[in-house]
């Protein structure tokens, strides 16, 4: 016999009060678990999706002339490079330390050009890295093989009447993957052959409308533009998209600025404090909902112990008559919280996991798995108990305070 | 020299919806001698109860203090009264207060739980107990797959199962029938013929009749004291006071070599007579 003898029969005997409040407890601790599963899912998702939207950090020479504007991002002007960015410069950014969490480094070539009277801007590319970080791209036709291929911004394909388009359903006959709306234009490539810079060119692919800076130039083959422009092995911008769900963009900047210190390295401020804030919210609104449902919990245990408590008056005050100090019956009604809500936090990870996983498919689109962690088990008991115990401790003080001779007398 | 020692001793309460002072007890002293038997007798509300529970640490009085074994024990804080509670006083309740989820000798080994001894040497004292009050081979029954006077015997072993100098009861027999009340009564006077101490509050003339000592409370004052059992089961019956000392030594005394049988019976013999 041992003050747990008492409170283990005292749990034997009360069972379906004590399944109740394991219950309670274990939904509180499973809505938590669930949602930390799933939100937790639905970050790394979101920040996975920001990461592929677009580049995150701009690579370009130290210039003092400025003048053409390129996504919203200042693009060193064309003609007066103080220092020269090199294709060399582009290998340079994959020896950084965090090398590995880069996901496409695109060189790029810009330069004005005269195109059937026109000035237009000219991209040099690497197709195969810009259709990677470019995948909201829709390409009507398909992406430049050849070094006389070119893919032209909507805007330039109307002017050069490239172009003819008519509303309709359907994907547009883009050869990448993205969003697509349900009622999209449909373009159809009217001529074949361009002249730029005196030189003919096969039009290989017309953009969808992006409304970006795209809409206004002409894409071609990084080494082909390098040779239009007479720059060979130059660049004028690096735009770099670095998978950074978990270390801040800040960091790589730093590390790029130490590999190229000749060279302007600037995070796109807009796309990081989008990702940020849109994670934030959400890490902001499972918080929320996770302390109104523990706090629904605690009061779950401390109106069922106070209860407890009261029926109980006649059992505490034999006990405090024959010797029993008040820690021991604080201990006897400790040990009985503990092992309920032990059980319902097990009980609360194993539901607010499996429920994760099942609702997970509704919330995520790329396959997104929730694994059985151990760690999330010794935390969601841990968290249980410690509801169990705050929301038991003015109950339990309670109880030991009971006089036992009125306690006896009385009951 | 008194083993427990009740000086002076008074309890008011406060009513909270009058917000006036209640006295219950004033000025209260009684002693009690290791190996006595004492009652305590009184009507309804004159506060037999409060007096036994001050008497068992358990109540602290609002002025006076209690002695036992020397110990001033309304001067020993909460948790150390609480000690002294499971090392000194035996209690035994009228309803018995047996907890109906635990086993017969779980039951008697609850004084036991708290106290730093081995589970086997723990069970072993309570079936020695239990052996002792004639429930033996009981010790796996509920509380209430027990009659009456099993339940009355059990909650006796659970009083006495840690040793205490000291045994109180309050009412064992009140809420039960004569034989089952016999039962009890015979295991007082069995523990008392060993020399175990006790202080019974009880409504009931024969069983006062059969202490060494009873005690009147009226008021909240004690009123007077009735050496000899005769006396007792006189005025607990019918106020008189008519004589029958012939019966007296042996029944009140342990030295004289009563059985607790004997003495029951002649106790109610001597009862209905009077009566």
């Known amino acids: ?411 | 020299m008194s083993f427990l020692i009740a000086e002076n001793v008074s309890k008011t309460y406060s009513d909270r919806d009058s917000q006036t002072e209640v006295s219950v007890l004033h000025n209260v002293n009684v002693g009690i001698a290791e190996g006595e038997f004492v009652c305590l007798m009184g009507p309804s509300g004159s506060g037999k109860s409060t007096l036994l529970t001050i008497l068992g640490a358990m109540n602290h009085p609002s002025q006076g203090r209690l002695l036992i074994d020397g110990i001033d024990v309304y001067a020993l804080s909460d948790e150390r009264r609480a000690d002294f509670r499971a090392q000194y006083l035996g209690f035994v309740f009228q309803q018995h207060h047996l907890l109906p989820f635990l086993s017969a000798v779980e039951n008697v080994m609850l004084p036991l739980a708290t106290l730093p001894l081995k589970a086997s040497e723990k069970r072993c004292k309570a079936l020695d107990v239990m052996e002792k009050v004639g429930l033996g081979g009981k010790a796996s029954r509920l509380p209430s797959q027990l009659s009456g006077g099993e339940q009355g015997r059990l909650a006796i072993a659970r009083a006495i199962v840690n040793d205490p100098p000291l045994l109180l009861a309050d009412e064992p027999t009140g809420t039960l029938d004569t034989r089952t009340g016999d039962e009890i009564m015979r295991v007082f006077l069995d523990l008392n013929g060993r020399g175990q101490t006790l202080f019974m509050v009880t409504h009931n003339p024969t069983n006062a009749a059969l202490a060494h000592r009873v005690l009147h409370i009226r008021d909240g004052r004690l009123d007077g004291e009735a050496g000899d059992c005769w006396r007792t089961a006189r005025i607990g019956t019918n106020g008189t006071q008519a004589a029958l000392p012939q019966f007296a030594p042996p029944l009140c005394h342990p030295e004289h070599n009563r059985t607790s049988d004997a003495a029951i019976r002649e106790c109610r013999n001597l009862d209905a007579e009077l009566q």
């Not at chain 1, 237009?120 to 995948?135: T, Y």
Request: contains cysteine; aromatic residues 6%.
């Open chain 1, 1 to 411: 016999m041992r003050i747990s003898t008492i409170a283990f029969a005292n749990l034997k005997r009360r069972k379906g009060k004590a399944m109740f409040l394991a219950a309670g407890i274990g939904i509180g601790i499973g809505t938590v678990v669930a949602l930390l599963s799933l939100s937790g899912s639905l970050r790394e998702e979101i920040g996975s999706q920001l990461d592929r939207f677009g580049a995150n950090i701009v690579i370009t020479p130290h210039s003092d002339n400025l003048s053409l504007d390129y996504g919203g991002i200042q693009v060193a002007g064309v003609s007066f490079d103080q220092q020269r960015l090199t294709i060399d410069d582009a290998a340079a950014v994959y020896r950084i330390p965090y090398r590995k969490r880069l996901s496409v480094v695109a060189p790029k070539l810009l330069g004005t050009i005269e195109v059937e009277g026109r000035r237009s801007l000219l991209a040099g590319v690497d197709f195969q890295k810009e259709m990677r970080l470019k995948r909201w791209w829709q390409i009507n036709g398909r992406v430049p093989e050849k070094s006389d291929e070119v893919l032209l911004g909507y805007d330039v394909a109307k002017a050069v009447s490239a172009v003819h388009s008519s509303p309709g359903r359907g994907d547009g006959g883009g050869q990448t993957p993205g969003h697509h709306s349900a009622i999209e234009e449909r373009i159809h490539i009217a001529k074949e052959r361009l002249a730029i810079a005196g030189r003919e060119h096969r039009i290989a692919g017309v953009l969808g409308q992006t409304g970006g800076p795209e809409d206004r130039m002409i894409f071609a083959s990084l080494e082909h533009v390098q040779t239009l422009l007479a720059k060979p092995g130059e660049l004028s911008v690096i735009e770099v998209s670095a998978l950074c769900k978990d270390c801040p963009v800040e960091d790589i900047v730093v590390q790029i600025r130490k590999a190229l210190p000749h060279v302007n390295v600037a995070a796109v401020q807009q796309s990081v404090r989008a990702r940020t804030e849109a994670v934030d919210r959400l890490t902001r609104f499972s918080a929320v909902v996770s302390v109104v449902v523990l706090v629904i919990g605690a009061l779950l245990v401390f109106t069922t112990m106070m209860s407890s408590v009261v029926e109980r008056t006649k059992e505490i005050g034999v006990l405090r008559a024959i010797g029993f100090r008040r820690t021991h019956i604080i201990k006897s009604l400790m040990i009985e919280v503990v092992v309920i809500s032990a059980a319902g936090g097990m009980g609360g990870w194993i539901a607010g996991l499996s429920a994760s996983r099942l609702a997970l498919p509704y919330f995520t689109e790329n396959g997104a798995q929730i694994e059985w962690r151990a760690s999330l088990a010794v935390l969601a008991i841990a968290a249980a108990m410690l509801i169990g115990i705050v929301s038991s401790a003015y109950p339990a003080i309670r109880a030991s305070r009971l006089d036992p001779s009125e306690a006896v007398r009385y009951a």
